[in-house]
C-alpha cells in the first residue's frame, strides 16, 4: 500500500485519540462542576461505544490498506480494559 494510505490511516488514529481524551477531559469536568452522576455515566457509556466503533473501523482500515497487526488471536483481550471512564 502506498504511504499516502499510511499516513491517512495514522491521522484518523491520531484524530481519534484526541476525540477519546477529549472525551475523558469532558467527564472530568462535568464532575467537577458536580454534574448528575446519571448524566456522566451516560457520557462515559456514549464516549466507549464512540471508541469501541473507532478500533473497529481502524482495525478495517489496517486490513484492508494491507498493514495487517490486527490477525493474532482476540481470546486474552480484556473487553474492558482502557475504557474511558472505568464504567
Do not use: C
Not at 491517512?8 to 469536568?29: L, P
Not at 462535568?30 to 464516549?47: M, R, T
Request: a negative charge; aromatic letters at 6%.
Amino acid at each position: 500500500m502506498n504511504d499516502d494510505i499510511r499516513r491517512s490511516i495514522q491521522e484518523v488514529a491520531e484524530a481519534m485519540a484526541h476525540v477519546n481524551r477529549a472525551f475523558k477531559d469532558y467527564m472530568g469536568q462535568l464532575q467537577v462542576v458536580g454534574k448528575d452522576p446519571n448524566e456522566i455515566h451516560q457520557v462515559a457509556k456514549n464516549a466507549d461505544t464512540l471508541k469501541d466503533s473507532g478500533n473497529i473501523y481502524m482495525s478495517w482500515a489496517r486490513h484492508y490498506a494491507g498493514i495487517g497487526g490486527d490477525e493474532g488471536s482476540t481470546e486474552d483481550i480484556d473487553e474492558d480494559e482502557g475504557r474511558i471512564a472505568g464504567f
